[in-house]
Each structure stands twice: as structure tokens, then as C-alpha cells.
């Protein structure tokens, strides 16, 4: 149960409790405390005293011990300042080290810094986020958001030999110059807005603070439980905060939504919530489906799916996923034939080898589809840039086709001459990773096998062309009841057990005799390009790419009936390279015999 179904019932529970009782709870709740918390325990218990007294005297040391508090608070509030300000001005700054670190390859970004912190910089930020903690759990709430903006907008400065730049607080979290709850200094901050705003303004002023990155993580659960009493107006802020984040654009506003919904409300409440948010927050449809499936509340979960696909516009591709989940919801229900067609809504909502797949494999009738598929394929831009900068969001996303995919879904629709040239372009064996031909390849490999049984070559292809294909067993399950029967089975097995059943939609006239020869050549001139290519230029970490393509193509060879051919190209690899010992141990590992004399290192 949430936090608000707890404390209820935690309330319900404790109103009838005798003083005895209570006195029992206490004691048996206070032996489970661990001793880190004892303190804290404690303390929780003098509050209480203090906020509900039981004599006027109480209340006047209750009165004196806050005011104590207060001016202790403004004292470490002053000096703080100052302590900020002479990080502002440069006072005090970081010294700092650059240098190139290619220990994780040799992509990206590899400038990295080394920081000295001679001024305590970092324990200023860490005394900072002590007070607001402090001031949170003492009720000075606008003191705790001062501080907090103390944090936040004071740039201190770092020099590397000369060069100076500045700094932030998230980036002194991220290179790790400060050590704070970061979660916890989250919650306190959020709760101290809450407390320190008017019921009108909470939901602006919330919403301020949690569309900055810093509190992205947070949940709505998490501001509700911090600090040292409960929330006045819980319930109607919650309706309060649901209401203006549905209009408001943009995945923060998106995410926050879906948490509160879940949070809130119940059945009936969250499918009308869910359609009030659909327009600017689709999201939310999907997260409430995914609850009801959860909950294994099948029919809400089909009644709003079915709802759902009618609200989106087909060009978002959440409404594919909106798809798969109505997809699932109509099979349990025994509805075949609406699964299919969510599966094709799934596919033109988002357009990817995997869905197509998935309806080749799973519909009864998967080969019909195949020129409605080539026409939303041809329909579709090319990908749009996928930059995660501030105007881009995320459940808004277009439906669009990379070109790697287009290539992948022209040879899965049978354009198989199509496919073929665009592996044809290459003339040389490096340089492949720009060009369809790395992918291309594993799959015409697997599509002239005339077996379902992989070998060692076969295998490592089927990998590679699952790889390439994003195919992943819990993304394929999604509109299925495979879950069970998939348990264990890995990305690899499942892609060479569906590769196989759209194999099987494939007519003669799609690949004739007279194809699959021209193909096959074509592939040995491209095989043998790349295996010398690589070999020869020592690029070892991918002797055992290379391997298991010629181990796959003599797979190939074997299949349609030309025995022994998979030894044979493996051996005359190794004649080719004669003093290439690791590419050797590759060749052994894809199958070639072994022919050292006796004693010789064997793998």
C-alpha cells in the first residue's frame, strides 16, 4: 500500500487504542528501531510533547527552546552567506587538473579533471545542505529555501594551470567535490515549499523547483512523507496538482502527472484522469493501462486501451506501446482477432523491425500484411534528431525510420534485390560501420540457411543480427502471453525462433533458386573482403567477428548441400594466415578441425 493508504489506516487503527495500548505499540515499534535512529526516535517523541502540551509551562519551554532554535539557525544562516559570497567573488576556488582518459575507449568525451579543495569549498556545500535539513525539521521553512538558493546559484570557480571555469552545484555533485543526502536534501526542500506556500500558489511554486533537473527522480510520495509533521490539505492539493500539470506541456510535467494518478486515485478515477491528460500528456494513458495490468483489472485495461488508440494521433509512436498493451488485455479476454490489429497499429505507430517481426511470428495471417507495411515504411521521414535538448519531449515523439531500420524492414517486407544493394555499395573490408553491410550481412546469411539448427557460426551471426535489430525478449512479450514460455530463453533464441516462422510466410517466387545463388556469391566476395581486411590489419578484437562469418557461410554452404564446406573455408583461412595464432583459436572456436600434432595447446 502508498503512504496515504498506511497513514489512514494507521489512524483508523490507533483512534480507538487505549493508553495502555498505545503504550504497547510504542514499546514493541521502539525495539525494532535500529540504534542509528534511536536518537531521532527520541526526539520524535519530545516534539510531540512540545507541539501538544499538556501544561502551560510545557508550552512556554517549548516557545523559549524555539526561539533558541531560531536565532541559532539565522547565526549559521549569516555565516554561510558570507562563506558563499567569497565563492562568488573568487575568493576561494578549486585547483583543478585536465587530461585525456581513453581507459573507456576511445568515443565521446574523454577530457576528464582531477580536483584539490584547499579551501573546504565542498564542506560549505555540505554545512548548506545540514541547515536546510536542520531548518526543515524545525519548521524555518523560508530559511531552508534560502539556503537551498544559496547552493544553487553560486558558481564557484576552478583553476587548471592558468584557466579558470566555473563550476555549479550539479556539477560539483556529479564530480563528486561534495558528499550529501542528495535524496534526502530533495525531499526536505520540496516539502519546505510546500509548507512555506499558500494553497493557490503551491502547485506554481512546486512545480518551479521540480522542473529543474535536480529533482527529476523525486515522487510525489516522497515530498508527502518528509519532515516533522503531516502535510496540511494533502488530499486537495494532490487533486490541485493534478489538475494544472494536465495542461501543461513537456515530459516533467508528463512524469509528475502519471506519479500523482497512481498516487491519488483509484479504478474509474484514474481512466478519467487518464483521459483528461491524453491530449497533452499520452503518457499518462499508458501508465494507467500498465497499472490495470498489474493489477490484472483486464477489462479496464481493454475497455481504455481500446479508448486510448482512438484519443492518439497514429503518428506518435507511444501509441504504439499504447498498442501492445490493448494487445495483451484482448488475449486474455480470448479476442485474437483484436490483438492483431493492435499489433499492426502497434507497427505503424512504431515502425521497427521488432514489431514487424512480431506480427510476422504471432498473426495468423502475417504474409497479407506485407504490402500495407511497405506503404507505411515508404510514408515515413527519415529520423529526426534525437538531441535531448529543452524543447524535445519525449511522449510527444514522431514516428520516423533511421536508415539502418529502413534497410532492415526492406529486406524483412522481401525486397531482397533492394537489400542486397544496399550491401553492394561497400569495396573495401574496413570502414563498414556507416554502411547497411554490417547488418545486412548477418541477415542474408541466416536467410540462405536451409536448416533451423544453428552451428557455431550461425550462432554468433543470429547474435549479431538480434544486436542490430534492438530485438529484445522483453520487448518482444509486450501484446503477447509469452512470458511464461520465453522464461529463460535468451535475445538470440527467440530472434532465430521468430526469424524462422517469417522464414516460413516466405513463397517461392519471393526467393528463387536463381536469387539465392547470386546472393550467395555475393556474400563470399563480401565475407572474404572483410575476413582478410581485418586479419591482415591485426584488429584482434574482431578476429572473432570475422570467424563466425566464415564459419556462417560454409553453415550456409552445408545446408544446400555442398558437404564439408564449412571446414574447408575455415582451414583455408588458416592457410591463408599462417602465423596468426589468435585468429587461429577463433577458427577452432567456430568449428574448424583441429589439426596440431598431439600435445599442442588445445582450447
Known amino acids: 500500500m502508498n503512504l496515504r493508504e498506511f497513514t489512514e489506516e494507521v489512524d483508523a487503527r490507533s ?18 528501531v535500529p540504534e542509528t535512529s534511536r536518537s531521532e526516535f527520541l526526539e520524535l517523541m519530545d516534539q510531540v510533547k512540545n507541539i501538544y502540551p499538556d501544561k502551560g509551562t510545557h508550552k512556554n519551554t517549548a516557545e523559549m527552546a524555539r526561539s533558541q532554535d531560531q536565532a541559532e539557525v ?27 582518459d581513453y581507459s573507456s575507449g576511445y568515443w565521446g568525451d574523454n577530457w576528464v579533471y582531477e580536483y584539490e579543495d584547499p579551501h573546504g569549498i565542498g564542506k560549505t556545500y555540505e554545512e548548506a545542505a545540514g541547515l536546510v535539513e536542520r531548518c526543515v525539521n524545525d519548521g524555518f521553512y523560508q530559511t531552508a529555501l534560502d539556503t537551498f538558493e544559496l547552493m544553487t546559484d553560486t558558481e564557484a570557480w576552478a583553476d587548471d594551470g592558468g584557466d579558470y ?64 509533521e503531516e502535510l496540511p490539505d494533502s488530499s486537495l492539493f494532490v487533486e490541485q496538482w493534478i489538475g494544472f500539470l494536465t495542461d501543461k506541456p513537456g515530459d516533467v510535467a508528463g512524469q509528475f502527472l502519471r506519479d500523482a494518478v497512481l ?52 503518428k506518435y509512436k507511444i501509441r504504439g506501446q499504447i498498442a501492445l498493451s490493448t494487445a495483451q488485455a484482448a488475449l486474455r479476454t480470448g479476442d485474437l482477432d483484436l490483438a492483431e490489429e493492435c499489433w499492426k497499429k502497434a507497427f505503424e505507430s512504431d515502425t521497427n523491425p521488432l514489431n514487424y517481426l512480431r506480427i510476422m511470428a504471432e498473426s495468423r495471417e502475417g504474409r497479407t500484411y506485407r504490402q500495407r507495411a511497405r506503404r507505411i515504411i ?13 524543447d524535445r519531449i519525449r511522449e510527444l515523439e514522431i514516428n520516423s525510420l533511421s536508415e ?39 541477415l542474408f546469411l541466416l536467410l540462405l540457411l536451409n536448416t533451423d539448427t544453428l552451428g557455431e557460426g550461425g550462432r554468433c551471426v543470429a547474435g549479431d543480427a538480434a544486436s542490430n535489430m534492438g530485438f529484445l525478449v522483453s520487448e518482444y512479450e509486450k501484446g503477447t502471453l509469452h512470458a511464461l514460455e ?96 589468435s585468429f587461429h583459436e577463433e577458427l577452432r572456436a567456430c568449428g574448424m578441425p583441429d589439426t596440431r600434432k598431439s600435445g599442442g595447446k588445445k582450447r
Open 15 to 32: 483512534k480507538d487504542m487505549t493508553r495502555e495500548e498505545l503504550q504497547t505499540a510504542f514499546h514493541s515499534l521502539a525495539r525494532k
Open 74 to 100: 539565522k547565526r549559521e544562516y549569516a555565516r554561510l552567506k558570507k562563506q558563499f559570497a567569497r565563492i562568488q567573488e573568487e575568493e576561494v576556488i578549486f585547483r583543478a587538473e585536465g587530461y585525456e
Open 165 to 228: 571555469f566555473e563550476i555549479g552545484f550539479d556539477g560539483m555533485l556529479e564530480e563528486h567535490l561534495v558528499s550529501i543526502d542528495e535524496d534526502g536534501l530533495k525531499k526536505s526542500v520540496l516539502y519546505a515549499v510546500y509548507q512555506n506556500t499558500s494553497p493557490g500558489e503551491r502547485s506554481e511554486a512546486l512545480y518551479s523547483y521540480v522542473i529543474l533537473p535536480f529533482f527529476h527522480s523525486v515522487k510525489l510520495e516522497d515530498i508527502l512523507s518528509v519532515g516533522r
Open 263 to 314: 498516487y491519488q486515485k483509484t479504478g474509474d478515477e484514474m481512466m478519467e484522469a487518464a483521459r483528461r491528460g491524453a491530449r497533452c500528456h499520452p503518457s499518462i494513458l499508458l501508465a494507467v493501462l500498465e497499472y490495470f495490468e498489474q493489477k490484472q483489472d483486464i477489462l479496464r485495461q481493454l475497455t481504455l486501451g481500446q479508448e486510448a488508440l482512438e484519443m492518439v494521433d497514429e
Open 378 to 390: 515508404d510514408s515515413l521521414q527519415a529520423e529526426r534528431d534525437t538531441s535531448y535538448g529543452p
Open 404 to 442: 539502418y531500420e529502413r534497410a532492415q524492414l526492406l529486406f524483412l517486407t522481401g525486397d531482397f534485390d533492394g537489400a542486397m544493394k544496399k550491401c553492394e555499395t561497400v569495396k573495401e573490408g574496413l570502414g563498414w560501420s556507416g554502411h547497411f553491410v554490417k547488418r545486412g550481412l548477418s
Open 486 to 581: 520465453t522464461e529463460g530463453k535468451t535475445d538470440k533464441d527467440l530472434f532465430w525462433q521468430c526469424f524462422c516462422r517469417w522464414k516460413k510466410t516466405l513463397a517461392p517466387e519471393d526467393l528463387t533458386d536463381e536469387q539465392a545463388k547470386r546472393y550467395l556469391t555475393v556474400l563470399e566476395r563480401l565475407v572474404d573482403l572483410r575476413v582478410k581486411a581485418i586479419v591482415s590489419g591485426q584488429h584482434r578484437n574482431q578476429y572473432g567477428s570475422v570467424a563466425a562469418l566464415a564459419a556462417a557461410l560454409g553453415e550456409v554452404r552445408e545446408s544446400r548441400g555442398e558437404a564439408g564446406a564449412k571446414s574447408k573455408i575455415l582451414l583455408g583461412y588458416r592457410e591463408t594466415f599462417p602465423r596468426h595464432s
